[in-house]
């Protein structure tokens, strides 16, 4: 099936996120400019964009983080975010991170199902600055998902891992969003990455969603396939570079 | 079994016998080598590490000794350190009616540098939060916490003794000052040097503003403020030096003015050297607090 343009978005009342017309700048710069989008309920979107896009502008904006964006903005339920960095309290341990501001009834048995859950069930203990970079980010998406979120914003979460990290991470995200399902925004620069893991794959430039292509590739992805490697060049034209890597 | 333990050096004269002589209680029994000869060799290390500290303050005494017994130092001026010793003795064993005890005199100071110390440490760890968490804060306590800090400390002490008169509150106060201000400016910049991204992670996590000041924010600047404790634990000995100098009736202050009257300088350097013990032990005292609080730094350097 080839990799289908939407049109203008549908507005369902049931989506987790629906944004129209957000407007941000800095002082005279303008970063995202009147921009419309819509996230369904359980759907993973890949955001791509050319550093300074406004990618993680956006991203803030849902987590309620930037209190000066203009326009409408409507995120439904609870909302959870892993940082590019995994920023774990370092003062903590790490059973103590994961739960850190969670009020659910039975917290230390969530924290323990979610720490298995990335695998460091023997690491609950450990200081933060003792973990290894893909540990730190399997606690940092443990302590996202424990609340349970209907939207996980992911914020090139595997950006600083080393390339076979990354691969069992892309592995990890794809069994927990099976699992609990939330709505996923992926913020990245890697087209690859977003072409194996994302339902829908946007391109912000110029301030707006530029384009937008549907993937209904069964996981996991061959990226060898025609649909895949057709859409990766026309992807990385959205995004200025050309297959040979020149601008 | 006193007895017995001073009778069995001839079983542990071995290497050994220094570091086990009289303190192990199972010494004295028919059993003697076994554990007395396996349990040395565990705590050699950290026994030896700290022994080697103790090196250099020894020569210095022994070299002070000697230097009055043959004449090159006037008792008189500088007594010697067996006279400062038998002198603290009869200090503690004796009631004397100028000086008092000295574990009397001691706990009367201590009393004065704790009540000192507790009022300007929660004073300053409450304002620098107020300081550290809002610009209003900052522009309300900072200018008045900086002109109190270029405030001459003991200048002060004439306008007390017009306000206060001459009893504890003056004393109190002087040490609660002199604890605030480097409390309060270490605090403050504690407070303002912690991650914001950290700050941040608080928001997104919706911690309650008392879980982000006690989960983030104190621990975050902890390092500092307890830089900022260990310099106020500093002035607060300072101050109570002073403090006590100026017409007090009781404790170490005290005793010393009595002895300057009495030209009796073993007994200045006896209260002398208690300042210094007890400035030792609450310096020790932040350093095991220091050591526990700051566990996860030091796993990480450990790495």
Not at chain 2, 22 to 32: D, F, I, L, N, V
Request: aromatic content about 4%.
């Amino acid at each position: 099936m080839a990799p289908e343009l939407r049109g203008p978005i549908a507005l369902t009342t049931a989506d987790v996120v629906s944004a129209r017309s957000l407007s941000r700048s800095f002082d005279s710069t303008v970063i995202l400019d009147r921009l419309d989008l819509d996230l369904a309920p359980g759907e993973f979107v890949a955001l791509l964009g050319r550093s300074g896009s406004g990618k993680s502008t956006l991203l803030r904006a849902f987590a309620g983080l930037d209190r000066e964006i203009t326009g409408d903005l409507d995120v439904r339920g609870e909302v959870s975010i892993a940082f590019q960095e995994p920023r774990l309290v370092p003062w903590k341990r790490l059973w103590s991170n994961i739960g850190l501001g969670l009020r659910t009834p039975q917290p230390r048995e969530v924290v323990a199902t979610a720490l298995a859950e990335v695998g460091l069930t023997d690491r609950a203990n450990a200081w933060p600055l003792t973990l290894s970079g893909g540990e730190a980010q399997r606690a940092s998406l443990a302590r996202a998902l424990v609340r349970d979120p209907s939207l996980l914003l992911l914020d090139e979460p595997f950006s600083s891992l080393d390339a076979l990290t990354r691969i069992t991470m892309h592995q990890l995200v794809l069994d927990l969003w099976e699992r609990h399902r939330p709505a996923i925004l992926l913020v990245t620069h890697d087209v690859d990455e977003a072409l194996a893991l994302a339902d829908r794959v946007l391109v912000l430039d110029g301030g707006r969603i530029s384009h937008q292509s549907q993937i209904d590739a069964p996981r996991p992805r061959d990226r060898t396939a025609q649909e895949l490697t057709g859409l990766r060049t026309r992807l990385l034209a959205e995004l200025g570079v050309n297959e040979e890597g020149t601008r | 079994m006193p007895a017995s333990q001073t009778t069995l050096d001839p079983h542990i004269s071995g290497p050994l016998a220094g570091t086990s002589g009289g303190t192990s209680p199972r010494a004295g029994t028919a059993a003697a080598p076994g554990p007395a000869t396996q349990k040395p060799t565990t705590r050699r290390r950290p026994v030896s590490k700290g022994a080697l500290r103790l090196v250099s303050p020894a020569i210095v005494l022994v070299i002070w000794q000697l230097a009055s017994e043959f004449g090159l130092i006037s008792t008189q001026r500088l007594p010697p350190p067996t006279q400062v010793w038998s002198t603290a003795v009869s200090l503690v064993t004796t009631n004397s009616s100028a000086y008092g005890t000295l574990q009397g005199a001691m706990l009367v100071s201590l009393e004065r540098v704790a009540a000192g110390f507790a009022v300007g440490a929660v004073t300053a760890v409450l304002l620098a939060l107020a300081a550290g968490l809002s610009r209003f804060g900052e522009t309300a306590v900072d200018p008045l916490m900086q002109m109190l800090r270029t405030l001459p400390l003991f200048g002060l002490i004439p306008v007390f003794i017009v306000w206060f008169g001459i009893g504890q509150t003056p004393k109190i106060l002087l040490i609660a000052i002199g604890t605030a201000i480097p409390l309060y400016l270490n605090t403050f910049a504690g407070i303002r040097s912690v991650d914001a991204k950290l700050a941040e992670l608080g928001q997104v996590l919706k911690l309650r503003r008392r879980e982000l000041i006690t989960q983030i924010v104190l621990p975050g600047a902890l390092p500092q403020i307890l830089v900022g404790l260990r310099q106020s634990l500093g002035v607060a000995w300072l101050a109570l030096v002073v403090a006590e100098q100026v017409n007090a009736n009781a404790g170490l202050g005290f005793m010393i003015s009595q002895a300057t009257q009495f030209l009796r300088n073993d007994v200045i350097i006896v209260a002398l050297l208690v300042y210094c013990g007890l400035g030792l032990l609450t310096d020790a005292l932040v350093r095991l607090l220091e050591r526990r609080a700051l566990r996860w730094r030091q796993s990480f350097v450990a790495q």
